[in-house]
Nanobody, 116 residues
Framework: QVQLVESGGGLVQAGESLRLSCAAS????????MTWYRQTPGNQRELVAS???????NYAESVKGRFTISRDNVKNTVYLQMNSLKPEDTAVYYC??????????WGKGTLVTVSS
């Protein structure tokens, strides 16, 4: 079992930055792929950024060059640095761990609101 707690969301103006954190409980965090998703009302969750156990990263086209995902395997935490935020980045951001033996684990999300 893995428990995830996201933090760092809030209200910012367009052009500003936020850093989201996702703290994971449980063992073997370093071998788990971690992913940030986001969701707006009425829409499916979309992948924002992912990072493998080896540190390889992948980004949605819409955030490339603005967002950076990273992980600290000592602190069992994955981060999402979001720069040059746009109103269209407004969403609830979720952290996912896995798959782990076929299971995915999700946090409860943190709300990011970007005003124009």
């Amino acid at each position: 079992q893995v428990q995830l707690v996201e933090s760092g969301g809030g209200l910012v103006q367009a052009g500003e930055s936020l850093r989201l954190s996702c703290a994971a409980s449980g063992n073997d965090f370093s071998i788990i792929a971690m992913t940030w998703y986001r969701q707006t009302p009425g829409n499916q969750r979309e992948l924002v950024a992912s990072i493998t156990s080896g540190g390889s990263t992948n980004y949605a086209e819409s955030v490339k060059g603005r967002f950076t995902i990273s992980r600290d395997n000592v602190k069992n935490t994955v981060y999402l640095q979001m720069n040059s935020l746009k109103p269209e980045d407004t969403a609830v951001y979720y952290c996912k761990a896995g798959p782990i033996y076929g299971m995915n684990y999700w946090g409860k999300g943190t709300l990011v609101t970007v005003s124009s």
